[in-house]
């Protein structure tokens, strides 16, 4: 068990799977205490009854603003505190160009997406100022650099990014930083079934690995390692910034 966190309170939206659960593990085991927001709420609850007394789990949608209200008052009704908001739930799909996407579409994508980030520091924001904490938003490298087939989801997540660096002026004279998180590719349990799924699994997991610089594909513990030092002291003078953990994806093409 490690410290850079100790006694620190975060809350983590879309906790309970992928890269949420790789956080917010990663957080417990750096000393904080966690509550696991998550529609999935018996995998919350199963992965909170993994460390008792660390961990809570919440049933949360986060387009629902009461549910994410009722999400941020557990943890300050069972910790007394909140330090860290990290906004990591959100839907990927559908993958299509903007004018096949229907509006339900769209509008879920948003939804979840974005508007969640705004329910969230609705309710946080008087907590994390009297704490002078720190949101974390989980963005993508396609909000950087653009993704074929993917509009919605590109154009929430490029609104994401957008939204930290306003989020980080307007919080940085309370002291709360704001920062984005951007992984490219991640071989969570869900992009490995999705590739198991496709004609060619084996040339869609060479395809996922060529895309990273550095040649392979990674397990969610390289987000995860870079969530804990941006929710530390140890970023303490780090704000708006949208960090790319994608193994140099962002570097453009190469041979």
Known sequence: MGTELENKVILITGGAGGIGRECAIAYLKQGARVVIADVRERDARQLADQFPGLALAAACDVSEGPQVEAAVQLALSRFGRLDAVHNNAGD??????????????????????????????????????????AILNTASMVGLIGQADHAAYVATKGGMIALTRAMALDYAPHGVRVNAICPA??????????????????????????????GYCPK?????????????????????????????????YRR
């Open 220 to 252: 969610p513990d390289v987000i995860s390692d870079a969530a804990v030092f941006l929710l530390s002291s140890r970023a303490r003078f780090i704000t708006g910034c949208a960090l790319p953990v994608g193994g140099g994806a962002e570097l453009g």
């Open 185 to 214: 590719a991640v071989l969570t349990p869900m992009l490995a079934k999705w590739c198991e799924q496709q004609r060619d699994p084996q040339s869609m997991r060479d395809y996922l690995d060529h895309i990273h610089a550095l």
């Open 92 to 133: 990927a799909s559908p993958s299509k160009p903007l004018h096949e996407t229907t509006e339900l579409e769209w509008d879920r994508q948003f939804t979840t997406n974005l508007k969640s980030l705004y329910w969230t520091t609705r309710y946080a924001h008087q907590a994390l100022v009297a704490s002078r904490g």
